[in-house]
Structures are given as structure tokens and as C-alpha cells.
């Protein structure tokens, strides 16, 4: 009963045994067969789609494989093959185990599972074929790329029976046959290409190698390896990070703006506009920089067409032509009329000066309560001509002569002392200086009038260029009269002809004309343009010396102001200017013979007296 028992527990251990084995065999098969079939490689049903695929048998030889295909009794399956070791070995990975040849018959699993052979068997083998490697004898590679993707890369292949496909890898090690980047292509013993193209992850020198296959699953040894620097454009666009904008101008042209703007490459230029709409490369405007990740400016300047509450809009660009969004802040722009004044110190008011020809020094008193003071400038033996203005457009008047002998412009700037020279004009032809902010910039243009050919000279400080304009005669004893007759903050040209009183005025707002008659030359009028109303525009006026008094057309309504003040009994000059600050011409008057100065603020019928000057060389400094 005992041995009975124990050949019972045997017989159930062997039956065990045996199902754990196949088993476990049926599970590797099954994934075996959904692998390949992934691969377009059916192995389910065929000859290799038992569990010998993995297990050795008592099968000594290739004979005795057709009885395991029909399951003929006395040939069963036992423990794993080399196939079946290396995949327990490796995880049970099918793709790893594809190069090896694990039964050391000559032929890689791959193809002999390609071929329905058993990889683990040395007597189940294809029969002899290709066994040599194709060889790649040429691999060129572009030196850079501006793309991840590198183009134009020339392979040459060859092989005994045929290449049939080409991979280009990162790594020194050899490719599995079913690493993911080979390319087919149609078999042929020499194969070339020079359309090859390889893409890389990131930028930077990559170090690429290339590989060979044939139909046999062959493949080249490594090639030289060749090297390409991938450097992409830039495609990054500049950032504005600070815009501040003066909330207010008295010119069209605003300045003091800061601007700050950030580019990972660097910043190469900046524009201002009025328009929410990004700028083309190629719009004028745009303001050129040395090149710099992180670049500031406290001194850039837009010029408005006209006054009014301005929206203004920053952007930043880069060498490759990518452009910034904007950052955008406010402006109003308010002129007043472009008549400068006498204003040296800077406070808005009209400042008293002579200028004494027999020491040609500049006598100053400042109508800010500073103390008078006396600088030497020009020649009065010379002839010099003064001709004060804000030629460096910081708000201050600038001492300046013109001399006729040689044409000179000597200007002692008032911003850093320093002096600029200019010759424009000459005294032989009997040029008459006519400075003036004829481009809108904010800064005085020198300039001249040709009464021989009635042109215009005008040197613009904006660019540098010029202006020619013909206006006036010379022969009808015409007076330049430049001023800002439409309010738009930029002199424009203008004459008066003494002989019928008109004003002649080409308004540089619209280029059109406007003819007006006032004042008369048989009453020695003389012409005394200026802001007396304080509406931003230049009103024509004539003083008559016989009478001392002020003929004034306000521009605001056409109106007309009347007022006596002076004599020319005492040989009075007028010197209009804005005395009291207060954005009106004030009407005023210097005699000679005291140095007094009789001042009526903004009309009020009130004088204010001041002495400076009585020398018979002494000229009053003022403009016109």
C-alpha cells in the first residue's frame, strides 16, 4: 500500500513538473509571437511556434526535429537553450537578443527567427548565404547647421550582394538591426547618397557615426566619425522693460525718454511710435546700438507731426530681425510759438543783455535774480553779427556770433562751455543771418538769407542736412520775419516787403501760403513778430518810431492790439520778449542813449525799468 502511495506522489510531481514547464514555455512563446507579429514577422503557427522555441530536447540532431513538429512520442522538451538562457539573462527581451547569435551556428537570432529557425538549436540553422558586412567607405558631414535637423550629408556604401539600408547615430556602438532611424533603401552593391539628413535633440558639436546593412542582417563596422556644429538662430525676441516718457512737452520733440530692453543675444536697435502695431524691420525710425544683452538709454527723443496728447510706443530688436512687444506710455505735447527768447539762465523769462562792440563782451543780467555778469565773445571790429539761440537744445540761450568776412558761426555752447564752429554764409554777398528751429528738433538751425537770390540756407540740426528754399526779393528791400506762424513748432520762412507792408509767410505745416498785409515802410515801420497773445502762434506786428506805437493782429481771433510805447524821437529799439514768463510777448523798448529799458508786462499798462547798457557801441541782445 506504502509503495503504492509513494509511486502515486511521484507520478503527480512529474505531472507537475511537467506543466509547470510548459507552462512557463507557452508564456515566454506567446510573447515571443506578439513581439514579432508587431514586426510584421508571423511566427504563430509556424514550425518554430512550439516550446522548444526556449527548451532544449533529447532531440540530438536535425533528423529528429520533424518528430517534435508532429509531437511524436519519445522527444519532449527539458530545461532552457541558449536562447532561452540569454532572454532569462536579459529580462526577456526579444529586441537585446536579436544580434546574438546564442546557439553559435553562424546565423544572428534575427534571422533565423526571420526564417523560422530555432535560435537555440546549432542544427536548426538557414542554410549558408551572405555572411559579409557591407563597408562604408565615405561619410561627409556639413561642418555647421542652423537646424537641429543637419541636411545634406553624403554616405557611400558598398557590398557583395546588396546595401540595404543606412543609419546615422550619436553613439560609437554598434546599432541593433531594429534600432529605431535605419533607412531603407533599394538593394545595390554600391550604394551613395548626398541627400542624407540626421536630426539631433539639441544644438551644440555633435559627433555622428554611420552604419551599413544588407538583406542578410549584415552590418558595417564603424565608420570615421565626422563632427557638425548645430548653432540655431535666434528666435528669441528682445524684451522693454522700463519706458518712461516726460508727461508733458513744450516741443515736438520729446526728450529725456528711457528706455531699457533685455535680449538673451543682445539688443542691436530701438524705435518709438505712435502706432500699437509692431514696426517693420525696414520703418524709419529706428535707432541703431552696439549690440548689448542689457541696454539703456536715458536720452532718446520721438518727434510728433503735432501737438496734442500723444500714446507712444517703445519696441526693442535683435540681429535677427526679431522684434519686441511694445511697452507704451503718455505724452501731451503743448507749443508754444517758436519765437525763442533771450533766455540764458533756462527759467522761462527773457533775460536783459547788450552786447558792446568796442570790447565785444556780453553784459547779462538774469531775469532770475542772479548776479550780472559779463562774458567776451565775438568782434565787434569785425563786424560780427550777433545771432543768440539754443543751438544744443538744452533750454538756454546760447551766446553766438556770425562774422561776414569769413562766414563763421562762433557759438559758445551754454550745455558744457564748449565751443562749435561752423561756416554757413558769407557777408560778400550779402548775406543776412535767420536762425531758427526750422526742422522742430529744439534746437536753433543756423541759417541765412541771399537777398541777391532770395534763397533760404538753412543747415538743419536734426541731420545735418540742408534746406534750400527761395522766398522773398531782395530787391524790394524784403525783411526776414522767421517765425512760428501756424503753431505747428517750427519756424517757418517770411518776409515783409516794406514798399506795400505785406507779410509773405510759407507756412511749414502744409507748405502752403499766407499773405498778409500790415505795417508800411513810408512810416519806417518796423517789424516786431511775436507770441502777444500766447495761443502757440506768432502774430504779426510793425512798431512805428514816429509814433512809438505797437500795431499787434493777434492770430487767435484776428483782433488787433494797440498800444503806444516808446519814441522814436529817442531813438528807441523795440526788444519784444517774454519778461514775466508768463507765455506772451510783452511788449518793450531800449534806449540807447541811458541803457534804459522800458518793459509793458503782457499789456497791462505798467513799465518796468531797468538800466543796463548807454555805451554808443552797445546793441540790445534780443529776437528777433
Known amino acids: 500500500m506504502r509503495n503504492k502511495a509513494f509511486r502515486s506522489l511521484i507520478l503527480v510531481g512529474v505531472i507537475f513538473g511537467i506543466f509547470g514547464v510548459a507552462y512557463a514555455t507557452n508564456g515566454i512563446k506567446n510573447n515571443f509571437n506578439t513581439f514579432y507579429a508587431g514586426k510584421g514577422i508571423v511566427t504563430a503557427g509556424s514550425r518554430i511556434d512550439q516550446c522548444i522555441l526556449c527548451h532544449a530536447s533529447n532531440a540530438q540532431n536535425a533528423q529528429d526535429l520533424p518528430s517534435l513538429e508532429t509531437g511524436a512520442p519519445g522527444v519532449t522538451p527539458s530545461g532552457p537553450n541558449p536562447y532561452g538562457v540569454l532572454l532569462e539573462s536579459n529580462g526577456r527581451n526579444f529586441g537585446s537578443a536579436e544580434s546574438a547569435d546564442s546557439d553559435g551556428d553562424g546565423s544572428n537570432n534575427l534571422a533565423e527567427i526571420t526564417g523560422k529557425f530555432f535560435p537555440g538549436n546549432p542544427l536548426d540553422k538557414p542554410a549558408a548565404g551572405d555572411v559579409t558586412a557591407p563597408t562604408v567607405t565615405a561619410f561627409t558631414v556639413p561642418a555647421s547647421s542652423t537646424s537641429l535637423t543637419v541636411s545634406g550629408i553624403s554616405i557611400t556604401a558598398t557590398d557583395a550582394v546588396g546595401v540595404t539600408g543606412y543609419i546615422i547615430t550619436e553613439s560609437a556602438t554598434a546599432p541593433l538591426l531594429t534600432a529605431t532611424g535605419w533607412v531603407s533603401v533599394t538593394s545595390t552593391t554600391s550604394f551613395s547618397t548626398t541627400t542624407a539628413s540626421y536630426t539631433a535633440a539639441s544644438p551644440g558639436t555633435k559627433t555622428l557615426y554611420v552604419w551599413a546593412r544588407d ?109 519686441s512687444t511694445n511697452r507704451n506710455a503718455s505724452v501731451t505735447i503743448t507749443l508754444g510759438a517758436n519765437i525763442p527768447i533771450v533766455d540764458f539762465d533756462g527759467d522761462g523769462k527773457t533775460d536783459y543783455a547788450i552786447f558792446r562792440g568796442n570790447n565785444s563782451n556780453w553784459y547779462i543780467i538774469p531775469s532770475g535774480g542772479g548776479p550780472a555778469y559779463n562774458i567776451q565773445w565775438g568782434a565787434g571790429a569785425l563786424n560780427d553779427i550777433i545771432v543768440p539761440g539754443d543751438y544744443d537744445g538744452d533750454g538756454k540761450t546760447d551766446i553766438a556770433v556770425w562774422r561776414p568776412g569769413n562766414g563763421n558761426w562762433y557759438i559758445k555752447r551754454s550745455s558744457d562751455e564748449g565751443v562749435t564752429q561752423t561756416r554757413w554764409g558769407r557777408g560778400s554777398l550779402n548775406d543776412i543771418p535767420v536762425p531758427g528751429d526750422y526742422d522742430g528738433d529744439g534746437k536753433t538751425d543756423i541759417a541765412v538769407w541771399r537777398p541777391g537770390t532770395r534763397y533760404w540756407l538753412i543747415k538743419r540740426s536734426s541731420d545735418g542736412g540742408v534746406t534750400f528754399v527761395r522766398w522773398g526779393s531782395g530787391s524790394l528791400n524784403d525783411i526776414p520775419v522767421p517765425g512760428d506762424y501756424d503753431g505747428d513748432g517750427k519756424t517757418d520762412i517770411a518776409v515783409w516787403q516794406p514798399g506795400n507792408g505785406n507779410w509773405y509767410i510759407k507756412r511749414s505745416s502744409d507748405g502752403g501760403v499766407t499773405l498778409t498785409q500790415w505795417g508800411s515802410g513810408a512810416t519806417n515801420d518796423v517789424p516786431v513778430p511775436g507770441d502777444y497773445d500766447g495761443d502757440g502762434k506768432t502774430d504779426i506786428a510793425v512798431w512805428q518810431p514816429g509814433n512809438g506805437n505797437w500795431y ?73
Not at 292 to 318: G, V
Not at 570 to 596: E, H, L
Open 215 to 323: 538583406a542578410a542582417g549584415n552590418r558595417s563596422a564603424q565608420f570615421t566619425s565626422r563632427s557638425v556644429n548645430i548653432t540655431l538662430p535666434d528666435a528669441v525676441a528682445p524684451s522693454v522693460t522700463v519706458f518712461t516718457v516726460p508727461a508733458s512737452s513744450t516741443s515736438l520733440t520729446v526728450s529725456g525718454i528711457s528706455i531699457t530692453a533685455t535680449d538673451a543675444v543682445g539688443v542691436t536697435g530701438y524705435i518709438i511710435t505712435e502706432s500699437a502695431t509692431a514696426p517693420a524691420l525696414s520703418a524709419a525710425g529706428w535707432v541703431s546700438v552696439t549690440s548689448t544683452t542689457s541696454f539703456s538709454t536715458t536720452t532718446a527723443s520721438y518727434t510728433a507731426a503735432s501737438p496734442e496728447t500723444k500714446t507712444l510706443y517703445a519696441w526693442a530688436r535683435d540681429a535677427a530681425g526679431n522684434v
Open 552 to 624: 499787434i493782429k493777434r492770430s487767435s481771433d484776428g483782433g488787433v492790439i494797440l498800444t503806444q510805447w516808446g519814441s522814436g524821437a529817442t531813438n528807441d529799439v523795440p526788444v519784444p520778449g517774454d519778461y514775466d514768463g508768463d507765455g506772451k510777448t510783452d511788449i518793450a523798448v531800449w534806449q540807447p542813449g541811458n541803457g534804459n529799458w522800458y518793459i509793458d508786462p503782457s499789456g497791462a499798462g505798467s513799465t518796468y525799468l531797468l538800466q543796463l547798457g548807454g555805451d554808443p557801441t552797445d546793441i540790445p541782445v534780443s529776437i528777433p
